[in-house]
């Protein structure tokens, strides 16, 4: 069983379009994120949720909606999308919030805006 | 700010010790300093995690002097499959409890040859 699990693992779309990604963890834990990395690698944490309430809220276009069903799943909904959104997006979690804990991710998913 | 640095690329040969390091000289008194490892196509795999002096797993070690302004990634024997880029975070305290937010810099892009 796969720990994170995030769908779909590609979205191809056009500019303007809104898309979702969908994540959901089995670990039991209480945190998830979403995260951003761009063409150079870089990671950028966008949003976390501990136990369904927000408590990351990085500057982020609003375009990007984040939301928490339950304590497993946290979606990520993208509306108007442009062409800088194209990324890779991770999903992640963690048995608690905090910078020391151990953090566990999905497989990403490729999102590419044409 | 809890920023880290570490070299951008380094290469080595199979079977070698390979030692990455990291600097961070504002790490916090509270914080952990923590490695991932990731995979082209794959999310970010936790390694390590370290607070002072050595930590060791079955994967690594993690030097941490006394100053906690820096830490050593230590890859025993490295194999081709160890061909990665690796992370070295610190926590960065966020308002007050254990909210933090984790600062991922550009990694150290590792290549093993044969």
């Known amino acids: 069983d796969t720990a994170v699990s995030q769908t779909p693992k590609y979205l191809v779309t056009q500019m303007g379009n809104d898309k979702s990604i969908k994540c959901e963890q089995n670990?039991?834990?209480?945190?998830m994120y979403w995260y951003k990395q761009d063409s150079k690698k870089f990671l950028k944490i966008m949003f976390s949720?501990?136990?369904?309430?927000?408590?990351i809220n990085e500057t982020v276009p609003n375009r990007f909606s984040p939301k928490s069903p339950d304590k497993a799943h946290l979606n990520l909904h993208i509306n108007s999308l442009e062409l800088g959104d194209s990324a890779v997006y991770f999903c992640?979690?963690?048995?608690?919030?905090?910078?020391?804990?151990?953090?566990?991710f999905g497989s990403g998913t490729q999102l590419s805006v044409l | 700010l809890a920023k880290t640095t570490q070299p951008i690329s380094m290469d080595s040969y199979e079977g070698q010790e390979v030692n990455i390091t990291c600097s961070h000289n504002?790490?916090?008194?509270?914080?952990?300093i923590t490695w991932y490892q990731q995979f082209p196509s794959q999310g970010p795999r936790f390694i390590i995690q370290?607070?002072?002096?050595?930590v060791t797993n079955e994967v690594a070690s993690l030097f941490i002097p006394a100053d906690r302004k820096s830490s050593t990634l230590s890859l025993p024997r490295v194999s081709l499959s160890d061909t990665a880029v690796y992370y070295c975070?610190?926590?960065?305290?966020?308002?007050?409890?254990?909210?933090?937010?984790?600062?991922w810099g550009l990694g150290t892009s590792l290549a093993v040859n044969p």
């Open positions: 949720y501990n136990n369904k309430e927000l408590i």
């Open positions: 975070l610190v926590g960065e305290p966020l308002n007050a409890g254990n909210n933090r937010k984790l600062i």
């Open positions: 670990l039991g834990h209480d945190t």
């Open positions: 370290g607070y002072k002096t050595k």
């Open positions: 504002n790490i916090a008194t509270n914080d952990y």
């Open positions: 992640a979690s963690s048995l608690l919030p905090g910078g020391g804990e151990k953090l566990f």
